[in-house]
């Protein structure tokens, strides 16, 4: 929880993508941090102030005229840990490019010394014009820190140009990162491998496993939060990687093994949150087979074992994750030898809520030394900061 005890201040501006502000809103409180929203005319006539009230139980602001609250452009300014900005509209940012305080939210960034991050959201001719460019220079010169925008689809149809907000979850761990206190994570290297590998059949068919490399990634968005360097390998997924992480996409097991041998050299920790296939045929076929009648027999070899042939630096704390059905313990106690890691991440396949193409995991922390640790029922991002506090701790 990065932002657990942290002020911040939610600064919304009237812009289409104002209702994903709420679930950013939201996520923030969830991580512990006091979220004082402010909201400028326009972002009222998108999400009702009413909205935010709800989700955080406290009120916003929407007038520099509150009968109660003659200061708060001062005190909001002064007292926050981190100003957030989402969406930042074009008109924000130029506003506050000018130095204009002519609204409660320009008025508190125009005395504001601490860190601003923004999350700017456009159309992208707006995003792209010239005075929109020179403004966010002048922005970026006096030192706020950005978050996208992204290329995607916005309100007035398909882009392939940036404009689109960042979703949520990648705004929150950019707050994360900027309010992270240089724990042991901080500017270490770490890999981290996602998701499922392919091996092909034929041109057209490929042996896989149903891993959605939630676990990955989690661990990926929970280690850059903590501000450490993190380079994700990743199988086939749909999920969109965090940012602020060095991705490198693979197809089969082969690859995977080689792009972890090219980074592990950097790293002080490798998390292999991969479910690479542990097999491939031994001859795959280069054209497409006509479907017959009947059976057919398909030859499989062993893929390489990634782990147990890694030439692991003597710095690098290494962690496994082994999928057992059943009582794993002995059979993930055994990996852990054998493979000499330091941590091995038991999971139970059958158990409901845990492992494949679910958001939740129960998982249990095996360490070399010590007792296992079985974890509660927990959403992935959160499975993913127990295993960091377990790590970290060797890793200092
Ligand atoms: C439906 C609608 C959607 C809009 N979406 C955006 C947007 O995504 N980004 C933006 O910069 N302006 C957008 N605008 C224009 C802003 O609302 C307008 O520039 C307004 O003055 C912004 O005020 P504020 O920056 O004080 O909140 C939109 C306007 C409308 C009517």
């Not at 960042?166 to 724990?183: N, Q, Y």
């Not at 479907?291 to 030439?311: H, K, M, W």
Request: aromatic share 4%.
């Amino acid at each position: 929880m990065p932002l657990a005890g942290r002020h911040v201040v939610l600064g919304v501006s009237g812009g289409i993508a104002c209702y994903k502000s709420c679930t950013l809103a939201r996520r923030l409180a969830e991580d512990g941090a006091t979220v004082d929203v402010v909201l400028t005319a326009s972002a009222a006539a998108f999400v009702r102030p009413l909205t935010f009230e709800a989700l955080l139980g406290r009120p916003v602001l929407a007038s520099l005229w509150e009968k109660d609250r003659a200061l708060a452009h001062i005190t909001l300014a002064k007292e926050p840990d981190l100003v957030i900005i989402a969406p930042a509209t074009a008109h924000l940012v130029a506003r506050a490019a000018m130095g204009m305080a002519d609204d409660l939210l320009t008025a508190l960034l125009l005395a504001r010394t601490g860190p601003v991050l923004c999350a700017p959201a456009m159309n992208d001719d707006m995003y792209a014009h010239p005075a929109t460019q020179q403004n966010l220079k002048v922005l970026a010169q006096r030192g706020w820190q950005f978050v996208g925008p992204e290329i995607g689809p916005l309100a007035e149809g398909p882009s392939d140009r940036p404009g689109r907000m960042s979703e949520p979850e990648a705004i929150h761990a950019a707050a994360a990162r900027l309010l992270a206190p240089p724990g042991p994570l901080h500017g270490k290297t770490v890999v981290v491998t996602a998701g499922p590998t392919r091996e092909h059949l034929d041109p057209v068919r490929v042996l896989t496993n149903p891993s959605s490399g939630r676990m990955g990634f989690a661990l990926a968005q929970a280690a850059v939060a903590r501000g450490a360097d993190v380079i994700l390998i990743t199988g086939p997924t749909d999920l969109t990687p965090p940012s602020g992480v060095t991705v490198h996409r693979v197809e089969t097991t082969v690859e995977m093994q080689r792009a972890v041998e090219a980074a592990v050299p950097q790293a002080q920790l490798l998390l292999m949150a991969a479910a690479p296939a542990d097999y491939r045929p031994t001859v795959p076929l280069s054209t497409k087979q006509p479907r017959a009648n009947g059976r057919i027999t398909v030859e499989l070899e062993a893929t390489p074992d990634i782990l147990g042939s890694l030439n692991r630096p003597k710095q690098c704390v290494v962690v496994g994750f082994a999928l057992e059905t059943g009582d794993g313990l002995e059979r993930a106690r055994g990996k852990l030898r054998e493979k000499g890691l330091d941590y091995i991440i038991l999971n139970d396949a059958l158990e409901p809520g845990a492992g494949f193409e679910v958001t939740t995991n129960r998982v249990t922390i095996v360490p070399k030394r010590g007792e296992p640790v079985r974890l509660p029922l927990l959403p992935k991002r959160d499975v993913a900061e127990k295993i960091l506090d377990a790590v970290e701790h060797t890793l200092s």
